[in-house]
């Protein structure tokens, strides 16, 4: 573990919704995305296709951060979508639902789509994979969509994800793309607490040289 400080500055912060502000009303008291005057801002025209996939799509919401931060073209996050389900990132269900974000189908269609490399990591504490963070890397890592209320109890680990753009020798920190003020974006939680959510993996992004 590194005792020294390193943190990325402005990583731009999205959510998996339209607009931060709105985060709240969502998640808490069931408000309708579509209310949201900014809901076809990621490129989605369906009211039926977004309400169904932007509750889902976290980790492409991490990973427009990653590659807006490092100035790499991509298309709106709609048309990422597409992309991401023709790699098999995503996969539908027969009963209606959707298994994914899958580590290794994602880790290959962003080296090949974007020049990242990206390693799949299990089993690895939290620590460990905040670590791996350095001047050219950035951390993809599964929680508990509880994460956003640090200072409850929660019930499980994993299920969602967060991108983790520092560190130092006591905690992380990052942007939830569910996450609500105040740990929505640059939020700090010590490695003791975010282990409680954390689900031992994760994703590291790397920007090709």
Known sequence: MHDTELRHAGVPYYTQWGSPEWVRAIVEDGADPCADPAWMRSGFVDPER?????KRLCGLTCLES???FWRIAHAPRAALLDDALRHDVYRMRDDGGVDGLIY???ANWVAADFGLQ???LTDIAIEDIAARIDSETLVIVSVSPEVRYPDRENSRR???LILLHGRDRDGVWFHNPSGVAPYQQDAY???DVMARFYASRGIVLTRAE
């Not at 977004?50 to 932007?54: D, M, P, Q, V």
């Open 189 to 191: 939680l010590p490695f």
């Open 66 to 68: 990653a590659l807006d």
């Open 118 to 120: 990206a390693d799949v």
């Open 104 to 106: 290794r189908p994602f």
């Open 158 to 160: 994993g299920g969602h």
């Open 50 to 54: 977004y309400r169904f996939w932007a």
